[in-house]
């Protein structure tokens, strides 16, 4: 294949992935679920949660914060990236991942917000 | 313990000499399976010594993965500047000298970041709190003044980044797609470079096992230049060997073909060992083996940090030895290997992973990260710029 060619190719193609992607991301949400429900998922699932924070751990690098709804609780880890203005009785929203550590299901966050 | 650890840095080489002479197969990959199965290891284990195999493997794979990116054309993100005169040696059948430069980079740049870790642990904790509010416009003005370096097309520079800085901003925020990174830079930067090496119908010479004839002045100032650079990269997020030898390379005005392999070797040795440093001096982990690290040991002590330097001089010395034999059968093997076919297969070990780690969507983001990648070498433009696929996702984190 001539050189101008396929760059035509490339970069018409490449216009064309980054659209299709940008139209998937549009339709790409994560919806909010029971924690009993979430905690049967696959591992590396990314999930939303809605709860109460029951307990609070200072780690230097991390929070470890138990959060609770109607179902279930579960731990869920937030690096400490930036300053967090968190509380105990705090009424949350968290979109995280759903690890597996020490035997024990946590969702790492990655967005938490206090409602 | 010391048996232990010994076993542990072994098979961290051992995973290090996979990932390294496998092209599209990453640390991070490893180090993220390692933290997958850790409940399952540490029934028989510390997280320590995950930690030294992690260590030992990294520091194993930049040693290593010089040896794909120049003779196979195939190069990790890291690697990425290596290829160019690398490649050009390896035309003229010096391959193996390729290869050697940027081992005594790597080597030289490991005893030196440790020699000067007591002033690097002083220096990061006191730096980083004032710049670390401007890091997004850091990294804005250092991608300006890279794209204003280009001498081919500015403009061009300017389209890619932007084509892979968006490719990147999308991919990051998809919520329902394991693995991103290894689809987008695998695509940018692995099976872009192996379609362009099957375009070009490369065909490799007789390699000679020759040694590199290099001044010991332009040597040690080269290295000297990488550590400074390569310090101040290595905690900067976004900012990764590839932008390092492209700063350092202004630094060092007019540089030669075989100091750009030393800069280039000693740079992805620096990064690991600063975000080693990093990790213990400001708790930020900028590479993704860092990261992993810092899961497992949630804590790291100065005594944990200090074996684990101690674990990186141990396998890069195992490393040295391992690259100078493996290059030396390369340079003999590589002539009565059929390139094309070699080429095809990464390509479809490439495509295969992708699948299985992050599904179709993840073959959509390689096939459009591939098209952008080829694009950089079709207009001579510096394939750094695709970096843009990290460093604007970065830059609008810390901005907005």
Redesign the interface.
């Given at each position: 294949?001539e050189?101008k060619t396929?760059?035509k190719?490339?970069?018409s193609?490449?216009?064309i992935?980054?659209l299709?992607?940008?139209i998937?991301?549009e339709q790409?949400?994560?919806r909010t679920k029971d924690i009993a429900i979430i905690k049967t998922l696959q591992?590396?699932t990314?999930v939303k949660i809605k709860g109460t924070i029951t307990k609070i751990t200072d780690?230097?690098?991390?929070l470890i914060l138990e959060i609770k709804d109607q179902t279930d609780k579960i731990k869920s880890i937030v690096y400490?990236e930036e300053e967090i203005d968190i509380q105990k009785s705090n009424m949350v929203e968290i979109?995280g991942t759903l690890k597996?550590?020490?035997?024990e299901l946590e969702i790492e966050v990655s967005q938490i917000k206090i409602l | 313990m010391i048996i232990q650890i010994l076993i542990a840095i072994l098979i961290g080489v051992l995973l290090g000499i996979i990932t390294g002479l496998t092209p599209g197969i990453h640390i991070n990959l490893i180090s993220l399976l390692i933290l997958?199965l850790?409940?399952i290891f540490?029934n028989y284990t510390s997280p320590l010594i995950l930690a030294i195999i992690i260590v030992a493997m990294a520091i194993t794979h930049t040693f290593l993965d010089t040896i794909p990116s120049i003779f196979l054309g195939a190069p990790d993100p890291n690697q990425v500047l290596s290829v160019l005169p690398g490649h050009k040696l390896l035309l003229k059948g010096f391959g193996y000298e390729a290869i050697i430069l940027t081992v005594l980079g790597s080597l030289s740049a490991l005893i030196l970041s440790i020699a000067f870790a007591p002033l690097i642990f002083f220096l990061i904790p006191k730096i980083y709190p004032i710049i670390k509010d401007y890091i997004g416009y850091l990294l804005l003005i250092i991608s300006a003044l890279l794209i204003l370096r280009e001498k081919t097309s500015k403009t061009w520079a300017l389209i890619i980044f932007f084509?892979a800085g968006?490719?990147g901003v999308?991919?990051l925020?998809?919520?329902?797609i394991?693995n991103p990174l290894f689809s987008l830079l695998s695509g940018l930067f692995g099976t872009s470079s192996l379609i362009i090496s099957l375009?070009n119908k490369i065909k490799i010479p007789k390699q000679k096992i020759t040694y590199p004839n290099i001044k010991s002045k332009t040597a040690i100032k080269t290295i000297s230049i990488s550590l400074l650079v390569g310090t101040v990269c290595s905690f900067l997020p976004g900012l990764g060997p590839s932008q390092a030898a492209i700063i350092a390379s202004q630094l060092l005005k007019k540089i030669e073909q075989k100091a750009f392999l030393i800069l280039v070797g000693s740079l992805s040795t620096i990064n690991m060992v600063i975000s080693f440093i990093a990790l213990y001096t400001i708790?930020k982990a900028r590479n993704g083996a860092v990261i992993i690290i810092?899961k497992i040991l949630?804590?790291l002590t100065l005594s944990n940090l200090i074996l684990l330097l101690a674990c990186s001089l141990v396998a890069a010395s195992i490393a040295t030895m391992l690259a100078i034999f493996i290059t030396k059968f390369f340079s003999k093997v590589i002539t009565k290997i059929n390139y094309k076919i070699l080429c095809l297969s990464i390509i479809s070990l490439i495509t295969l992973l992708t699948l299985f780690l992050s599904n179709l969507?993840g073959i959509?983001?390689l096939?459009?990260a591939t098209?952008?990648g080829?694009?950089a070498p079709?207009?001579n433009i510096g394939r750094n710029h695709l970096m843009g696929c990290l460093i604007l996702p970065i830059t609008l984190y810390f901005i907005l």
């Open positions: 294949m050189e396929l760059f190719v490339a970069l193609l490449s216009l992935g980054i299709i992607i940008l998937i991301a790409d949400t994560v591992l590396e990314k780690t230097p690098t991390l400490k979109i597996e550590y020490q035997n | 997958s850790s409940p540490l084509l968006t490719l999308l991919t925020n998809l919520y329902n394991k375009k708790n810092s949630e804590t969507i959509l983001i096939i459009t098209f952008i080829i694009i079709l207009k």
